[in-house]
């Protein structure tokens, strides 16, 4: 049975720091691997996917990697802002599109 | 402008009542899901639908039931409320093995009194 880690369960950082959240998952056979936000009492926005062929994805300040023969991935928010303060969840994607999520790490940027 | 919409955003019920949570997607998306998250929980897959009439059970065991009799339109109901069933449900869809990920809507929260 696939599960997903995340760790830190929550971040609190001072505006502008560089930070590393992290993410591992037991069944390396996985189809790709996605990072969500998730804001508080909403639904999920999307922000990075890597397929299960692919070391990194990049996406303005993001940059998520993956390394599925260890079961680990990294999300880098570089210059982090306020704005960037949610919940950041961790999915691993299975056979017909099943995510298998970890329970996430809360970030707060305070200014 | 492609979206998926769930309707109501919050439902405050009584026990016992059915109720059913709708959800559509205007991508022509294949495959859509249900999710299952309790307050401070990760989220859990209860359904997911191949396409037009086709439902499977997810992984944690859910006394819901859904319907896919069109492509766009993935609708979840409950037939008897109860406390237990106090959580937030989120609807999600994609499509080619999810190759160009997920789309979420911004979930149902529902209550149940």
């Known amino acids: 049975k696939q599960e997903v880690t995340q760790i830190p369960a929550a971040l609190s950082v001072p505006e502008g720091e560089n930070l590393v959240l992290n993410c591992s998952f037991t069944d390396s056979a996985i189809y790709n691997l996605q990072w969500f936000r998730q804001d508080p009492g909403k639904g999920l926005t999307s922000l990075l996917l890597i397929q299960s062929s692919q070391r990194e994805q990049t996406s303005g300040r993001l940059n998520a990697s993956l390394d599925k023969s260890s079961g680990r991935s990294t999300l880098y928010i570089a210059a982090s802002q306020p704005g960037d303060s949610a919940t950041y969840l961790c999915?691993?994607?299975?056979?017909?599109?099943?995510?298998?999520f970890g329970q996430g790490t809360i970030l707060t940027v305070h200014p | 402008e492609a979206d998926i919409y769930q309707t109501p955003r919050y439902l405050v019920i009584g026990t016992g009542k059915k109720i059913t949570l709708e959800c559509s997607q205007t991508m022509g998306h294949d495959k859509m899901y249900w999710y299952q998250q309790d307050p401070g929980m990760e989220l859990h897959l209860i359904h997911y639908?191949?396409?037009?009439?086709?439902?499977e059970k997810g992984d944690l065991s859910s006394e819901s039931t859904v319907s896919r009799i069109r492509t766009e339109h993935f609708p979840l109901t409950l037939e008897s409320a109860r406390p237990s069933h106090t959580s937030q449900y989120l609807c999600?869809?994609?499509?080619?093995?999810?190759?160009?990920?997920?789309?979420f809507g911004s979930g149902t929260r529902l209550t149940v009194v």
């Open positions: 999600a869809s994609s499509e080619f093995d999810s190759l160009w990920g997920y789309t």
């Open positions: 639908s191949y396409g037009v009439n086709s439902t």
């Open positions: 999915a691993v994607v299975r056979g017909y599109g099943k995510l298998t």
